[in-house]
């Protein structure tokens, strides 16, 4: 997490959606305040961030 500019105690959350083929990553700080979120969709083997 150090490398992605978060706390190294931070805690990540993902949550999957495979009939959309999409994903959200959800980065909390140790007292469970949301850092920050990004969603991704995936096809033919490539990851893109969404809008």
């Known amino acids: 997490m150090k490398a992605l500019d978060f706390p190294n105690g931070s ?9 959309n083929s999409q994903f959200t990553l959800e980065v909390y700080s140790k007292t469970e305040l949301l850092l920050k979120t990004a969603t ?4 033919d083997g490539t990851i893109k961030p969404m809008q």
Do not use: E, P, Q, V
Request: hydrophobic share 40%; aromatic share 24%.
């Open 11 to 19: 805690i990540t959350k993902t949550t999957f959606d495979l009939k």
């Open 40 to 43: 991704y969709s995936f096809a």
